[in-house]
């Protein structure tokens, strides 16, 4: 067994809720989990999701798909590296695993919807009577319950216990929080949690709900700083290079904050590797230095009878912790607050709250005659006889969108002079 060659795994982290009929496989679970990620049709559909900038618009931008397979890169590089230079702690027979860390990271944005991060706050805006929506959380049901669907089931693609676990960012629930705007799973999916912490009595010191999320996995971490690298830097870059960031703004950005000598420094290094038109290899250097900021420290957990991967947290230096937040501030500032990304917002919000009031109206209210949906779509919905589950079904579809499809539905819709009736599906 696999676990036996990497004595950091044990059969805990390897079970799935149900059992695989599967016969011995050359792979291992977690390359498994790997490749059902990548060969499925909702991996697919991030290369027609926003990042930052709507794809299509220009061909050098990152789309949630190339960032997914960027932070997997980072997120196997934190391995590796970790294995060098952690000697005390791991070693080639006891090692944090690559590919299960390469599968986490390309899960991580699945559950999110056209239009970036407005579009799932306008969802989640639109689901709150119901149970709300959140990108996190929506990649958990696609895992749990929605890859594999039939009509007559929902399968899910039984992941394994730290794959599911690796995943879990957030694992406090809706109603743990007063209409929360984001980080939360949804009410049905405690079940999960349950799974993940073989249903352990939560110790007081994580037990409301800002400390539970902060429980992470070892490999959950890893994920989040190498998101966090991938778009703390790069958005930095595509937005350079799509005119959003130049030399001007950034000197009177710098004016009117305050900022201490370090930072300074670090925005005037900016502009010079602008200047010289070095700013794309520079950045790239700047990846290495964030992935070379980790190090592990132990901590004592409920979980450590059963697993390794509570035993340690991923500690990263304070000046690259520094470095990452300033670049978040720059591009929050001086892009996401400009004017072209806030109209394309209003657009989006716009599409996806008619689309969903159109299908809340058809499906919800009451099971009208037409058929709005694609045939597998529209006779799932009516099978189903519990208004919430009906509403949850509404919500799936149109967080499964592309931006391009989420638009062609919309003028489909409400468009008269558009008529292709051949892109539904």
């Not at 995943?167 to 939360?184: C, D």
């Not at 778009?231 to 130049?246: C, E, K, L």
């Not at 009451?366 to 597998?376: A, I, T």
Request: net charge positive.
């Amino acid at each position: 067994m696999y676990y036996m060659k990497n004595k950091f795994y044990t059969a805990f982290d390897f079970e799935r809720k149900k059992e695989s009929d599967r016969r011995e496989d050359y792979r291992t679970p977690f390359q498994i989990d790997r490749d059902r990620i990548i060969h499925s049709s909702e991996f697919r559909r991030l290369q027609g999701k926003t990042q930052v900038f709507l794809p299509g618009e220009y061909d050098f931008y990152r789309t949630r798909l190339t960032h997914s397979i960027e932070v997997a890169q980072i997120g196997r590089s934190i391995c590796n590296y970790l294995l060098s230079k952690e000697k005390t702690f791991l070693n080639e027979e006891y090692y944090i695993d690559a590919d299960l860390v390469e599968s986490i990271c390309l899960a991580h944005d699945l559950g999110h919807p056209p239009f970036g991060h407005a579009g799932e706050r306008t969802l989640n805006r639109l689901m709150m009577k119901h149970g709300g929506f959140e990108g996190n959380a929506q990649t958990l049901r696609l895992i749990t319950d929605i890859f594999y669907r039939h009509e007559d089931k929902h399968r899910g693609m039984n992941p394994t216990r730290a794959f599911l676990d690796g995943i879990l960012k957030y694992k406090a629930s809706f109603k743990s929080f007063k209409e929360p705007e984001n980080h939360f799973i949804y009410e049905d999916q405690k079940e999960w949690i349950e799974f993940v912490l073989n249903k352990k009595k939560l110790p007081s010191e994580i037990s409301n709900p800002e400390k539970l999320n902060n429980f992470q996995s070892i490999e959950c971490q890893i994920m989040d700083w190498a998101d966090d690298t991938a778009y703390a830097i790069n958005d930095v870059v595509d937005s350079i290079a799509g005119g959003f960031i130049n030399i001007e703004k950034l000197t009177k950005w710098q004016k009117n904050n305050n900022l201490n000598e370090r930072q300074s420094k670090i925005i005037n290094e900016i502009i010079e590797w602008i200047k010289n038109d070095k700013y794309k290899p520079r950045f790239g250097a700047q990846i290495g230095l964030f992935v070379n900021a980790c190090s592990l420290s132990l901590r004592k957990t409920l979980m450590d009878k059963l697993t390794n991967r509570y035993k340690y947290k991923l500690v990263i230096e304070d000046d690259i912790l520094e470095r990452a937040k300033l670049y978040k501030r720059i591009s929050v500032d001086l892009v996401f607050k400009s004017p072209q990304i806030h109209q394309v917002e209003f657009k989006g919000n716009k599409m996806i709250e008619s689309i969903f009031n159109v299908l809340f109206d058809n499906y919800i209210d009451s099971l009208k005659e037409m058929k709005l949906l694609p045939d597998f779509n529209d006779r799932l919905i009516r099978s189903e006889r519990n208004k919430n589950k009906r509403i949850r079904l509404v919500c799936d579809y149109i967080a499964g969108m592309t931006d391009s499809f989420a638009m062609r539905n919309f003028k489909r819709l409400f468009d008269p002079d558009y008529s292709s009736i051949t892109d539904l599906v």
